[in-house]
């Protein structure tokens, strides 16, 4: 049958109080019934398609007297079929849309398949590279992704004392966590149960940390382990190791080239080589030194015979001299005897000597050298370098 719904026509199935066409009310509507009212937003579209609107609630203000904006759509929650329909397939979305100095538009949606989005029709938002947030079902049940252009794209809190922010659970048990510790600086802890870490801006360190008690954890964590382990390790200061100690740290480490000479009376007048290489591994403060050095021609300058280039500044330990015993050949005519080298405090020279056969300390010179001599040797001494 027809009849009048405000100023209105509209059709009215007397069997099921069904209305069809549009409906203007003046005033509140309410719908009572034993079972819960029920509105039903149907369409009489014979063909559903992709984008078709099977029903909408449509908010606006059409005597707002400000005109313009004011008049327009303010929101709208649609219900979108996302594809034909068919016998098998009745997909259909819920659009919610906002507006705030337009028309509403999209702001979320939730699928036919249950992912919920919001500013993003894309389910995997952080995936694609896309701004938005995705709570997904599906092939990605319980997956939520968030994807934000130049800043953080999620924030986690946490009110009143410290402990954890974020839990991490495996099939129900607990695998890890990231938390918070004030204690009057800005501290976060990261890890799993007992052994985590604890990031501390208020002293600038990284602490060993039990996750589970909120509270530090000394001597107990290892970095890496015979298996799997770190490859390197950058540091800028020291290394104490044993011991918290000063005598514990070790504050260098290096491997490095050197170039030796060798001066007779502190000259090289007409000399020339043909091997001149020497290596130094530094430890602290001790200083491992080996190289070669063959003459080609020994040159005219005659005196004791010194070396010189060394890489690092000898130390003044002992108030004078202090000796680095070598191992090696020293083809000179004096190979058979025991060689030693003397360091003078506070220089780079060393003083080459050798043991004679009566026990005595000797300084070699050059006329102890040839024109071919070879010298092959290592020696180790002290720097405050």
Known sequence: ??????????????????????VGVGGDVT??????????LNSSDTTITD????????????????????VLLGAAIE???????????????????????????QKMTLTSAGNFLVGTTN?????????????????????????????????FGRLTDDGDIMDFKKDGDTMGSIGAFSSGTSALFFGSLDTALLANSGNDSIHPWNA???GSRDNAIDLGNSSNRFKDFYLSGG???????????????EEGNWTPAITFGNGNTGQSYGNQVGRYTKIGRSVHCQYRVTFTDKGSSTGAAKLLGLPFT?????????????????????????QIWTIDPGTSQVQIRYVNASGNNVSISNSDFKNSSDIIASFTYQTDS
């Open 212 to 214: 589970s008690t909120n």
């Open 51 to 70: 984008g078709s609107v099977l029903g909408a609630i449509k908010f606006t203000a059409p005597l707002e007297g400000s005109g313009t904006d004011s």
């Open 31 to 40: 719908a009572t019934t034993s079972d819960g009212a029920i509105l039903n």
């Open 314 to 338: 000898p130390s003044g330990i002992n108030s004078g001299h202090y000796f680095g015993f070598l191992n090696g050949f020293l083809g000179t005519n004096i190979a058979n005897f025991t």
């Open 79 to 105: 219900a979108v079929a996302e594809a034909t329909f068919a016998a098998d397939n009745n997909a259909t979305e819920l659009v919610f849309k906002t507006g705030a100095s337009a028309a509403a538009d």
């Open 239 to 253: 290394a104490f190791i044993g011991g918290t100690g000063t005598a514990n740290k070790l504050h260098d480490y």
């Open 1 to 22: 049958m027809a009849g009048y719904i405000g100023n209105k026509a509209v059709g009215i199935n007397v069997t099921t109080g069904d209305i069809r066409g549009d």
């Open 123 to 155: 389910i995997t938002p952080s995936i694609n590279g896309v701004e938005g947030i995705a709570l997904s079902s599906g092939s990605f049940g319980g997956r939520l992704e968030a994807c934000r252009d130049e800043a953080a794209a999620v924030s």
